[in-house]
């Protein structure tokens, strides 16, 4: 009698049954269609593609989440700068009337130096530990008070410094003017000397750059003195020089209501879109000093208020008018960058929206009928586990067994 093995068959069903089941569990459990690659190529290969784009939406958002707040900010200190400005305005024309008394008069110079405090203060407006008006150089406040005279730290009597010092290869010294709003960078290469950072001064204040009377000379003490002949003409110094070590403020030489910009003209760029980047800070040199100089028509309002003629007075009026003029000008594009925020910040939400459908889409399960699957998994590995309890334990002694 021939005897037909059975197993092989059988344990093949099962193994087809269990792997079914598995199968139709996992879908049940994680909600997926497509758990492998290879269970739909074409559906895993178009899901690698759209997690891609959602990547790029995230981050997108996550720049648009951080950078909108920045600018909304930066937004509502310029306002505050126009609301000091007309403030100033109002002031400048109650001083020009010549029936003010002087006690009134002195009254609306404090006033108007407040104002002028108030838009420092906005200038150096941080969000988050960021200067946002600072340029790329946000990490401290780009307007400092200004003083008429510097030392270096290194040179003394017993060591005195003197023209033919050399200077730190590579080092920079800077100097921001608080007239003219703008700043002398010079960089020191091999064999320059005090001498040529005294030179560069003065062309810088030949060009224009540094006010008039700006100079470098080695003082009593044997220290490098950078200062200007002017009391209302105020200056910033740094540097990393080692040679010269950091330059301080003479004490008593601050120039009252004086500032000097320290950051810088560029600005730090993000990316909110595949070909959309915004400012992420601004620039407060073009803001308040370069144009129609901010700051430089405040302190002449208070100049003219504490010594001029009426006449005067009314020209620094209208040079303040013009100078709120000119931040409402630069606030524009500052509003329009904040709406086109706003509208990528929308878009990007209805993108995510879109890329999680289409991903549900591709590779999500039915959850109907990955349960209605499941259900039938599970009665057919019920039969066919019930099939193999009676083929299973067969031998060839059953069937050798006596008739």
């Known amino acids: 009698m021939r005897v037909t093995n059975m197993v092989p068959d059988v344990q093949y069903a099962m193994q087809q049954s269990q792997q ?5 569990l996992q879908q049940v459990s994680t909600g997926l ?3 492998q690659p290879s269970e739909d190529p074409s559906a ?3 899901m690698v593609v759209s997690l891609a784009e959602s990547a790029n939406v995230d981050q997108y958002t996550s720049n648009v989440s951080s950078v909108l707040p920045q600018m909304q900010t930066a937004d509502s200190a310029v306002n505050g700068m126009e609301t000091s400005l007309s403030s100033a305005v109002t002031l400048g024309i109650s001083g ?5 008394s002087t006690q009134d008069k002195q009254e609306i110079v404090s006033q108007v130096e407040s104002a002028l405090s108030s838009v420092i203060a906005l200038a150096n407006t941080s969000f988050h530990g960021v200067y946002i008006f600072a340029g790329s150089a946000s ?9 008429s005279a510097y030392a270096s730290t290194q040179g003394s009597a017993g060591n005195p410094l003197s023209t033919t010092t050399a200077l730190t ?12 709003g703008e700043t002398m960078t010079f960089k020191a290469a091999v064999g320059n000397t005090v001498a040529t950072l005294s030179t560069a001064i003065a062309n810088a204040v030949s060009a224009g750059t540094l006010s008039a009377g700006v100079s470098a000379t080695i003082d009593a003490d044997g220290q490098l003195a ?4 002017s009391s209302t003409a105020g200056i910033v110094v740094s540097s990393n020089d080692a040679a010269l070590g950091s330059m301080t403020a003479t004490a008593g030489s601050q120039v009252a209501n004086a500032y000097a910009y320290v950051g810088n003209d560029n600005v730090n760029n993000v990316q909110v879109g595949d070909s959309m980047n915004v400012a992420s800070s601004l620039s407060g040199s073009r803001l308040l000093t370069q144009g129609a100089n901010v700051i430089g028509s405040l302190n002449g309002l208070i100049t003219a208020l504490q010594s001029g003629t009426s006449a005067q007075i009314g020209t620094a009026t209208s040079a303040v008018s013009t100078a709120l003029n000119y931040i409402s000008e630069q606030r524009v594009p500052l509003d329009n960058t904040i709406s086109q925020l706003s509208d990528q910040e929308s878009y990007l939400g209805q993108e995510t929206v879109t890329l999680t459908t289409q991903q549900t889409s591709l590779v999500g399960a039915n959850i109907a009928d990955a349960a209605t699957n499941l259900s039938q998994a599970e009665l057919a590995n019920s039969a066919v586990l019930a099939a193999a309890a009676k083929v299973m334990p067969q031998t060839l002694l059953n069937y050798l067994a006596p008739g």
């Open 226 to 229: 950078i200062g200007t002949n």
């Open 139 to 147: 990490n401290t406040p780009p307007f400092v008070a200004a003083s």
């Open 44 to 46: 895993a290969a178009n």
């Open 96 to 100: 020009a009337n010549g029936d003010v």
């Open 169 to 180: 290869a590579g080092s920079i010294t800077t100097i921001s003017d608080a007239t003219t």
């Open 33 to 35: 269609r497509v758990n």
């Open 20 to 24: 079914a089941l598995s199968a139709a």
